[in-house]
Protein backbone atom coordinates (compact mmCIF):
# COMPACT_ATOMS: atom_id res chain seq x y z
CA UNK A 1 0.00 0.00 0.00
CA UNK A 2 1.16 3.56 -0.78
CA UNK A 3 1.49 5.92 2.23
CA UNK A 4 2.19 9.94 1.97
CA UNK A 5 5.33 9.11 2.51
CA UNK A 6 6.17 6.23 0.17
CA UNK A 7 4.54 9.09 -2.62
CA UNK A 8 7.07 11.67 -1.20
CA UNK A 9 9.78 9.31 -1.34
CA UNK A 10 9.01 8.65 -4.90
CA UNK A 11 8.40 12.56 -6.23
CA UNK A 12 11.91 12.96 -4.57
CA UNK A 13 13.95 10.12 -6.51
CA UNK A 14 11.93 10.99 -9.59
CA UNK A 15 12.70 15.45 -9.27
CA UNK A 16 15.97 14.38 -8.36
CA UNK A 17 16.26 12.64 -12.30
CA UNK A 18 14.23 15.08 -13.79
CA UNK A 19 15.92 15.05 -17.11
CA UNK A 20 16.31 11.40 -17.30
CA UNK A 21 13.12 10.07 -16.01
CA UNK A 22 11.64 13.19 -18.15
CA UNK A 23 13.04 10.82 -21.07
CA UNK A 24 12.28 7.83 -20.07
CA UNK A 25 8.82 8.55 -19.88
CA UNK A 26 8.73 10.20 -23.57
CA UNK A 27 10.23 6.97 -24.51
CA UNK A 28 7.32 5.04 -22.94
CA UNK A 29 4.26 7.21 -23.86
CA UNK A 30 5.28 7.17 -27.78
CA UNK A 31 6.38 3.13 -27.44
CA UNK A 32 2.38 2.45 -26.48
CA UNK A 33 1.17 5.37 -29.13
CA UNK A 34 3.01 4.15 -31.74
CA UNK A 35 1.89 0.71 -30.65
CA UNK A 36 -2.02 1.18 -30.55
CA UNK A 37 -1.60 4.26 -33.97
CA UNK A 38 -0.37 0.96 -35.93
CA UNK A 39 -3.05 -1.42 -34.43
CA UNK A 40 -5.61 0.99 -35.36
CA UNK A 41 -4.16 1.42 -39.05
CA UNK A 42 -4.32 -2.52 -39.11
CA UNK A 43 -8.21 -2.40 -38.69
CA UNK A 44 -8.60 0.40 -40.95
CA UNK A 45 -6.87 -2.01 -43.35
CA UNK A 46 -9.06 -4.49 -42.25
CA UNK A 47 -12.26 -2.42 -43.13
CA UNK A 48 -11.20 -1.59 -46.31
CA UNK A 49 -10.90 -4.71 -47.57
CA UNK A 50 -14.07 -5.83 -46.28
CA UNK A 51 -16.22 -3.08 -47.46
CA UNK A 52 -14.33 -3.78 -50.71
CA UNK A 53 -16.03 -7.43 -50.92
CA UNK A 54 -19.05 -6.18 -49.67
CA UNK A 55 -19.50 -4.75 -53.14
CA UNK A 56 -20.14 -7.68 -54.61
CA UNK A 57 -22.03 -10.45 -53.04
CA UNK A 58 -20.70 -12.62 -51.04
CA UNK A 59 -18.98 -15.85 -52.00
CA UNK A 60 -18.80 -15.20 -55.73
CA UNK A 61 -17.95 -17.85 -58.57
CA UNK A 62 -17.47 -16.87 -61.73
CA UNK A 63 -16.70 -19.30 -64.43
CA UNK A 64 -15.56 -18.45 -68.13
CA UNK A 65 -14.12 -20.19 -71.17
CA UNK A 66 -10.67 -20.32 -72.64
CA UNK A 67 -8.33 -22.10 -74.88
CA UNK A 68 -7.24 -25.46 -74.65
CA UNK A 69 -3.45 -26.14 -74.27
CA UNK A 70 -3.07 -29.68 -74.06
CA UNK A 71 -4.29 -32.42 -76.57
CA UNK A 72 -7.18 -34.84 -75.59
CA UNK A 73 -8.72 -37.77 -77.18
CA UNK A 74 -7.36 -36.69 -80.90
CA UNK A 75 -8.19 -33.51 -80.68
CA UNK A 76 -5.61 -30.55 -81.00
CA UNK A 77 -4.82 -27.89 -78.33
CA UNK A 78 -5.69 -24.85 -79.23
CA UNK A 79 -9.76 -24.98 -79.54
CA UNK A 80 -11.93 -22.28 -78.21
CA UNK A 81 -14.06 -23.57 -76.25
CA UNK A 82 -17.23 -22.25 -76.59
CA UNK A 83 -19.63 -22.54 -73.51
CA UNK A 84 -23.57 -22.96 -73.71
CA UNK A 85 -27.08 -22.97 -72.33
CA UNK A 86 -26.73 -26.74 -71.63
CA UNK A 87 -23.41 -25.99 -69.46
CA UNK A 88 -25.18 -23.61 -67.56
CA UNK A 89 -28.36 -25.93 -66.90
CA UNK A 90 -25.56 -28.65 -65.48
CA UNK A 91 -24.06 -27.28 -62.69
CA UNK A 92 -27.58 -25.96 -61.95
CA UNK A 93 -28.87 -28.90 -62.03
CA UNK A 94 -26.66 -30.94 -60.10
CA UNK A 95 -25.82 -28.38 -57.02
CA UNK A 96 -29.17 -26.85 -56.77
CA UNK A 97 -29.34 -27.26 -53.24
CA UNK A 98 -25.97 -25.14 -52.76
CA UNK A 99 -26.41 -23.03 -55.02
CA UNK A 100 -28.52 -19.40 -53.91
CA UNK A 101 -28.26 -17.25 -56.45
CA UNK A 102 -26.93 -18.04 -60.46
CA UNK A 103 -27.13 -16.29 -63.06
CA UNK A 104 -25.49 -17.04 -66.83
CA UNK A 105 -24.22 -13.74 -69.16
CA UNK A 106 -23.77 -12.85 -72.45
CA UNK A 107 -21.13 -10.10 -72.88
CA UNK A 108 -21.10 -7.57 -75.60
CA UNK A 109 -18.61 -5.32 -74.51
CA UNK A 110 -18.95 -2.36 -76.90
CA UNK A 111 -22.26 -1.41 -78.82
CA UNK A 112 -23.88 1.65 -79.81
CA UNK A 113 -27.06 2.55 -77.90
CA UNK A 114 -28.89 5.54 -78.94
CA UNK A 115 -32.10 7.64 -77.59
CA UNK A 116 -33.47 10.57 -79.94
CA UNK A 117 -30.43 12.51 -80.66
CA UNK A 118 -28.00 11.41 -77.72
CA UNK A 119 -25.84 8.40 -78.42
CA UNK A 120 -22.81 6.44 -77.05
CA UNK A 121 -21.30 3.17 -76.52
CA UNK A 122 -21.84 0.91 -73.44
CA UNK A 123 -21.04 -2.80 -72.95
CA UNK A 124 -24.84 -4.62 -72.89
CA UNK A 125 -25.20 -7.82 -71.10
CA UNK A 126 -27.87 -10.70 -71.36
CA UNK A 127 -28.56 -11.73 -67.43
CA UNK A 128 -31.23 -13.78 -65.44
CA UNK A 129 -33.07 -11.62 -62.44
CA UNK A 130 -30.72 -12.70 -59.93
CA UNK A 131 -27.74 -10.95 -61.33
CA UNK A 132 -28.58 -7.65 -59.53
CA UNK A 133 -28.23 -9.69 -56.19
CA UNK A 134 -24.89 -10.99 -57.50
CA UNK A 135 -23.21 -7.51 -58.60
CA UNK A 136 -24.94 -6.05 -55.23
CA UNK A 137 -26.50 -3.53 -57.63
CA UNK A 138 -28.97 -1.09 -56.80
CA UNK A 139 -32.31 -0.27 -58.74
CA UNK A 140 -33.19 3.43 -58.28
CA UNK A 141 -35.97 4.03 -60.60
CA UNK A 142 -38.69 1.00 -61.91
CA UNK A 143 -37.60 -2.54 -61.45
CA UNK A 144 -35.23 -4.98 -62.73
CA UNK A 145 -35.56 -7.74 -64.84
CA UNK A 146 -37.71 -10.70 -63.88
CA UNK A 147 -38.60 -14.09 -64.87
CA UNK A 148 -41.40 -13.28 -66.87
CA UNK A 149 -39.33 -11.14 -69.04
CA UNK A 150 -36.77 -14.12 -69.81
CA UNK A 151 -39.79 -16.76 -70.41
CA UNK A 152 -41.68 -14.18 -72.79
CA UNK A 153 -38.44 -12.86 -74.44
CA UNK A 154 -39.39 -9.18 -73.44
CA UNK A 155 -37.17 -6.42 -74.99
CA UNK A 156 -36.64 -4.84 -71.85
CA UNK A 157 -33.01 -3.14 -70.17
CA UNK A 158 -32.19 -1.67 -67.24
CA UNK A 159 -29.71 0.77 -67.56
CA UNK A 160 -27.29 2.28 -65.39
CA UNK A 161 -27.22 5.38 -63.60
CA UNK A 162 -24.05 6.70 -66.14
CA UNK A 163 -26.32 5.66 -69.48
CA UNK A 164 -28.97 7.63 -67.97
CA UNK A 165 -26.90 10.43 -67.61
CA UNK A 166 -25.64 10.48 -70.64
CA UNK A 167 -28.17 9.73 -73.23
CA UNK A 168 -31.73 10.96 -71.29
CA UNK A 169 -30.29 13.83 -69.46
CA UNK A 170 -33.59 15.86 -66.88
CA UNK A 171 -35.71 13.21 -68.65
CA UNK A 172 -37.60 10.24 -67.03
CA UNK A 173 -36.06 7.09 -69.00
CA UNK A 174 -39.23 4.76 -67.56
CA UNK A 175 -40.65 3.46 -70.40
CA UNK A 176 -39.06 5.08 -73.50
CA UNK A 177 -37.34 3.20 -76.42
CA UNK A 178 -33.66 3.38 -76.78
CA UNK A 179 -31.90 1.53 -79.66
CA UNK A 180 -28.85 -1.18 -78.93
CA UNK A 181 -27.02 -2.36 -81.94
CA UNK A 182 -30.00 -1.11 -83.76
CA UNK A 183 -32.66 -3.12 -81.70
CA UNK A 184 -35.28 -1.70 -80.06
CA UNK A 185 -35.60 -1.75 -76.09
CA UNK A 186 -37.75 -0.11 -73.35
CA UNK A 187 -35.97 1.06 -70.45
CA UNK A 188 -38.11 -0.32 -67.45
CA UNK A 189 -35.04 0.28 -64.62
CA UNK A 190 -32.30 2.44 -63.35
CA UNK A 191 -29.54 1.05 -61.12
CA UNK A 192 -26.69 2.29 -59.59
CA UNK A 193 -23.27 0.35 -58.56
CA UNK A 194 -21.10 0.61 -55.44
CA UNK A 195 -18.04 -0.12 -57.79
CA UNK A 196 -18.37 3.03 -59.80
CA UNK A 197 -18.84 4.69 -63.05
CA UNK A 198 -17.73 1.87 -65.00
CA UNK A 199 -20.74 -0.66 -64.10
CA UNK A 200 -22.82 2.24 -64.41
CA UNK A 201 -22.03 2.28 -67.72
CA UNK A 202 -23.97 -0.87 -68.40
CA UNK A 203 -27.21 -2.29 -70.03
CA UNK A 204 -28.43 -5.51 -68.84
CA UNK A 205 -31.29 -7.32 -70.68
CA UNK A 206 -32.32 -10.84 -70.56
CA UNK A 207 -30.34 -13.61 -71.55
CA UNK A 208 -33.10 -14.94 -73.40
CA UNK A 209 -33.87 -12.23 -75.40
CA UNK A 210 -30.18 -10.82 -75.94
CA UNK A 211 -29.66 -13.96 -77.55
CA UNK A 212 -32.55 -14.30 -80.00
CA UNK A 213 -32.28 -10.44 -80.60
CA UNK A 214 -28.75 -10.54 -81.97
CA UNK A 215 -28.11 -14.22 -83.15
CA UNK A 216 -26.34 -15.75 -80.32
CA UNK A 217 -28.03 -18.93 -80.60
CA UNK A 218 -27.67 -21.21 -77.25
CA UNK A 219 -24.17 -19.37 -76.85
CA UNK A 220 -23.02 -18.05 -73.68
CA UNK A 221 -20.10 -16.15 -72.60
CA UNK A 222 -19.78 -17.06 -68.42
CA UNK A 223 -21.75 -17.67 -65.41
CA UNK A 224 -21.82 -16.76 -62.26
CA UNK A 225 -22.84 -18.43 -58.86
CA UNK A 226 -23.36 -17.49 -54.82
CA UNK A 227 -23.36 -20.55 -52.68
CA UNK A 228 -25.82 -20.52 -49.44
CA UNK A 229 -24.23 -19.35 -46.30
CA UNK A 230 -22.07 -21.30 -44.23
CA UNK A 231 -22.01 -20.74 -40.44
CA UNK A 232 -17.97 -20.15 -40.82
CA UNK A 233 -15.18 -18.99 -43.10
CA UNK A 234 -13.53 -22.65 -43.23
CA UNK A 235 -16.64 -24.15 -44.03
CA UNK A 236 -17.40 -21.74 -46.56
CA UNK A 237 -14.02 -22.18 -48.13
CA UNK A 238 -14.34 -26.16 -48.06
CA UNK A 239 -17.54 -25.94 -49.83
CA UNK A 240 -16.27 -23.10 -52.64
CA UNK A 241 -13.48 -25.40 -53.47
CA UNK A 242 -15.31 -28.32 -53.46
CA UNK A 243 -18.45 -27.04 -55.78
CA UNK A 244 -15.52 -24.99 -58.35
CA UNK A 245 -13.95 -28.52 -58.30
CA UNK A 246 -16.78 -29.98 -59.35
CA UNK A 247 -18.11 -27.53 -62.23
CA UNK A 248 -14.30 -28.03 -63.87
CA UNK A 249 -15.38 -31.73 -63.85
CA UNK A 250 -18.77 -31.03 -65.53
CA UNK A 251 -17.65 -28.79 -68.04
CA UNK A 252 -14.29 -30.81 -68.96
CA UNK A 253 -16.50 -33.76 -69.57
CA UNK A 254 -18.87 -32.24 -71.59
CA UNK A 255 -16.77 -30.15 -74.20
CA UNK A 256 -14.03 -33.15 -74.21
CA UNK A 257 -10.96 -31.22 -71.78
CA UNK A 258 -8.26 -33.20 -70.44
CA UNK A 259 -8.84 -33.54 -66.90
CA UNK A 260 -5.47 -31.97 -66.17
CA UNK A 261 -6.02 -28.81 -68.56
CA UNK A 262 -6.07 -26.05 -66.09
CA UNK A 263 -6.31 -23.38 -68.75
CA UNK A 264 -9.87 -23.99 -70.93
CA UNK A 265 -12.42 -23.51 -67.79
CA UNK A 266 -11.15 -20.29 -65.90
CA UNK A 267 -12.78 -19.95 -62.57
CA UNK A 268 -12.59 -16.78 -59.74
CA UNK A 269 -13.20 -17.57 -56.53
CA UNK A 270 -13.95 -14.63 -54.27
CA UNK A 271 -13.57 -16.92 -51.15
CA UNK A 272 -10.38 -18.06 -51.96
CA UNK A 273 -9.31 -14.64 -52.97
CA UNK A 274 -11.04 -12.79 -49.65
CA UNK A 275 -8.40 -15.48 -47.69
CA UNK A 276 -5.34 -14.19 -49.53
CA UNK A 277 -6.33 -10.52 -48.43
CA UNK A 278 -6.98 -11.37 -45.08
CA UNK A 279 -3.90 -13.45 -44.73
CA UNK A 280 -1.58 -10.57 -45.61
CA UNK A 281 -3.63 -8.13 -43.68
CA UNK A 282 -3.08 -10.25 -40.69
CA UNK A 283 0.33 -10.58 -41.53
CA UNK A 284 0.73 -6.70 -41.60
CA UNK A 285 -0.88 -6.56 -38.47
CA UNK A 286 1.53 -8.65 -37.26
CA UNK A 287 4.30 -7.04 -38.17
CA UNK A 288 2.61 -3.63 -36.71
CA UNK A 289 2.63 -4.99 -33.75
CA UNK A 290 6.25 -6.32 -33.56
CA UNK A 291 7.56 -2.86 -34.70
CA UNK A 292 4.91 -1.38 -31.42
CA UNK A 293 6.18 -4.20 -29.35
CA UNK A 294 9.98 -3.30 -30.06
CA UNK A 295 9.52 0.26 -29.50
CA UNK A 296 7.68 -0.72 -25.84
CA UNK A 297 10.53 -2.78 -25.13
CA UNK A 298 12.58 0.35 -26.09
CA UNK A 299 11.46 2.24 -23.54
CA UNK A 300 11.35 0.05 -20.94
CA UNK A 301 14.89 -1.24 -21.40
CA UNK A 302 14.82 2.83 -21.08
CA UNK A 303 13.26 2.33 -17.39
CA UNK A 304 15.83 -0.48 -16.28
CA UNK A 305 18.59 1.82 -16.72
CA UNK A 306 17.15 4.73 -14.84
CA UNK A 307 16.28 2.14 -11.93
CA UNK A 308 20.07 1.51 -12.00
CA UNK A 309 20.85 4.86 -11.92
CA UNK A 310 18.68 5.90 -9.01
CA UNK A 311 19.95 2.51 -7.27
CA UNK A 312 23.25 3.75 -7.54
CA UNK A 313 22.77 6.94 -6.38
CA UNK A 314 20.89 5.98 -3.41
CA UNK A 315 23.03 3.10 -2.09
CA UNK A 316 24.04 5.37 0.40
CA UNK A 317 20.61 5.46 1.60
CA UNK A 318 19.70 1.93 1.00
CA UNK A 319 22.36 0.85 3.62
CA UNK A 320 21.60 3.44 6.26
CA UNK A 321 17.59 1.42 5.39
CA UNK A 322 19.31 -1.78 5.98
CA UNK A 323 21.16 -0.84 9.08
CA UNK A 324 18.40 0.58 10.47
CA UNK A 325 16.37 -3.22 9.87
CA UNK A 326 14.82 -2.66 6.42
CA UNK A 327 14.15 -5.77 4.90
CA UNK A 328 14.82 -6.65 1.19
CA UNK A 329 11.09 -6.84 0.33
CA UNK A 330 10.72 -3.24 1.24
CA UNK A 331 13.86 -1.90 -0.64
CA UNK A 332 12.60 -3.83 -3.57
CA UNK A 333 8.94 -2.51 -3.15
CA UNK A 334 10.85 0.99 -3.21
CA UNK A 335 12.09 0.85 -6.49
CA UNK A 336 9.20 -0.72 -7.73
CA UNK A 337 6.83 2.06 -6.79
CA UNK A 338 9.27 3.88 -8.79
CA UNK A 339 9.27 2.06 -11.76
CA UNK A 340 5.42 1.68 -11.83
CA UNK A 341 4.90 4.79 -10.99
CA UNK A 342 6.80 6.00 -14.55
CA UNK A 343 5.13 3.59 -16.74
CA UNK A 344 2.41 3.96 -15.37
CA UNK A 345 2.13 8.04 -16.02
CA UNK A 346 4.06 7.82 -19.42
CA UNK A 347 1.76 4.62 -20.52
CA UNK A 348 -1.12 6.22 -19.73
CA UNK A 349 -0.05 9.58 -21.18
CA UNK A 350 0.36 7.76 -24.49
CA UNK A 351 -2.56 5.74 -24.62
CA UNK A 352 -5.04 8.61 -24.41
CA UNK A 353 -2.95 10.52 -26.57
CA UNK A 354 -3.31 7.88 -29.53
CA UNK A 355 -6.73 7.19 -28.63
CA UNK A 356 -7.69 11.04 -29.29
CA UNK A 357 -6.35 11.22 -32.44
CA UNK A 358 -7.64 7.85 -33.71
CA UNK A 359 -10.97 9.47 -32.79
CA UNK A 360 -10.84 12.65 -34.17
CA UNK A 361 -8.60 12.69 -37.07
CA UNK A 362 -9.42 8.68 -38.16
CA UNK A 363 -12.34 9.34 -39.85
CA UNK A 364 -11.33 11.94 -42.03
CA UNK A 365 -8.71 9.58 -43.49
CA UNK A 366 -10.97 7.70 -45.80
CA UNK A 367 -9.89 5.92 -49.06
CA UNK A 368 -10.45 2.54 -51.31
CA UNK A 369 -8.88 0.31 -48.72
CA UNK A 370 -8.68 2.44 -45.55
CA UNK A 371 -11.22 3.12 -43.74
CA UNK A 372 -12.23 4.03 -39.72
CA UNK A 373 -9.05 2.97 -38.19
CA UNK A 374 -10.39 2.11 -34.63
CA UNK A 375 -8.38 0.04 -31.65
CA UNK A 376 -11.03 -1.68 -29.35
CA UNK A 377 -10.39 -0.35 -25.79
CA UNK A 378 -10.40 -3.58 -23.98
CA UNK A 379 -7.20 -4.29 -26.62
CA UNK A 380 -5.52 -1.01 -25.57
CA UNK A 381 -6.09 -1.10 -21.83
CA UNK A 382 -4.85 -4.56 -22.19
CA UNK A 383 -1.73 -3.00 -23.82
CA UNK A 384 -0.91 -0.56 -21.06
CA UNK A 385 -1.40 -3.41 -18.30
CA UNK A 386 1.00 -5.29 -20.19
CA UNK A 387 3.15 -2.20 -20.15
CA UNK A 388 2.94 -1.09 -16.21
CA UNK A 389 3.69 -5.30 -15.71
CA UNK A 390 6.92 -5.11 -18.12
CA UNK A 391 7.76 -1.62 -15.98
CA UNK A 392 7.24 -3.54 -12.89
CA UNK A 393 10.10 -6.62 -14.44
CA UNK A 394 12.26 -3.57 -15.87
CA UNK A 395 12.17 -2.38 -11.97
CA UNK A 396 12.48 -5.60 -10.28
CA UNK A 397 16.40 -6.47 -11.26
CA UNK A 398 18.00 -2.92 -9.87
CA UNK A 399 15.81 -3.67 -7.12
CA UNK A 400 16.68 -6.83 -6.11
CA UNK A 401 20.45 -5.79 -6.64
CA UNK A 402 19.66 -2.77 -4.17
CA UNK A 403 18.24 -5.23 -1.89
CA UNK A 404 21.47 -7.54 -1.87
CA UNK A 405 23.71 -4.84 -1.03
CA UNK A 406 25.71 -5.04 2.24
CA UNK A 407 24.82 -1.82 4.92
CA UNK A 408 28.79 -1.69 5.40
CA UNK A 409 29.65 -1.92 1.83
CA UNK A 410 26.69 0.37 0.67
CA UNK A 411 28.22 2.43 3.89
CA UNK A 412 31.86 3.00 2.13
CA UNK A 413 29.84 3.93 -1.52
CA UNK A 414 31.29 7.25 -2.22
Request: hydrophobic residues 45%; proline residues 3%; aromatic residues 10%.
Amino acid sequence: MFNIERWQEIFEAISKNRLRTFLTGISVASGIFILVILLGAGKGLQNGIEKQFENDAEGIIEVWSNVTTKQYKGLNPGRQIQLRNSDYDLPVKKYSDEINKKSDTRITWGGTTTYGKESGNYQFRGVTPDYLAIENATIIQGRFLNDNDLKNNEKVAAIGLKVKQDLFKDVDPLGKIILVNGINFKVIGVFTDPSGEREESRIYMPMTTNQRAFGAGDKINGMMFVLNKKANYDEALAQSKKFTEGVKELLKSKNIIAPDDESAIGIYNSVEDAKQFYDLNLYIRLFFWWVGICTIIAGVVGVSNIMLIIVKERTKEIGIRKALGASPFSIISMILHESIFITTIAGFAGLLASLLLLEFVGPMVQSEYFRNPEVDFSVALTTLVLLVFAGAMAGFFPAYRAAKIKPIVALRDE
